[in-house]
Every structure is written in C-alpha cells, then in structure tokens.
C-alpha cells in the first residue's frame, strides 16, 4: 500500500515536519532538513504498520490524490 507523507517547512519549530495524514492528527516527526524529515516519516510509517500488524488493527485505507 502506498501512504501520503506531507512535509512542510515549520518556522516556529525551524525544522521540517512530516504528516502521515491517514494515520491521524499525531502521526508526524520531523527533521533538520527536507531528506532527514523523509526519513524520520519513512521510519514512522514502518512502525505504525507493524504496530497494527501485531494488534490486529485494520490498516488505514490510502488516500488517492486526483489532480483535476
């Protein structure tokens, strides 16, 4: 399955943070730079699908972008 990462640039923070946005409001980390923020939500997104894995829990459904 493929999942949406969105990273934007957070002044307040000065750092970039990552949203893993069908997997919740809290699903984000962050990184000093664009390639680390990637990264850090790559590793995020792992975790989360195993952590479901191992409780059962179903996996959110991926959200499809349609450009219009």
């Given at each position: 399955?493929?999942?949406?990462?969105?990273?934007?640039?957070?002044?307040?923070?000065?750092?970039?943070?990552?949203?893993?946005?069908?997997?919740?409001?809290?699903a984000?980390?962050?990184?000093?730079?664009?390639?680390?923020?990637l990264?850090?939500?790559?590793?995020?997104?792992?975790?989360?699908?195993?952590?479901?894995g191992?409780?059962?829990?179903?996996?959110?459904?991926?959200?499809?972008?349609?450009?219009?």
């Amino acid at each position: 399955m493929k999942y949406s990462i969105l990273i934007q640039w957070s002044e307040p923070d000065g750092a970039y943070v990552a949203s893993l946005p069908e997997w919740g409001e809290y699903a984000r980390t962050h990184g000093d730079t664009y390639e680390v923020a990637l990264e850090n939500a790559k590793e995020v997104l792992e975790d989360l699908v195993y952590g479901y894995g191992q409780t059962g829990k179903p996996l959110p459904t991926p959200e499809i972008l349609q450009v219009v």
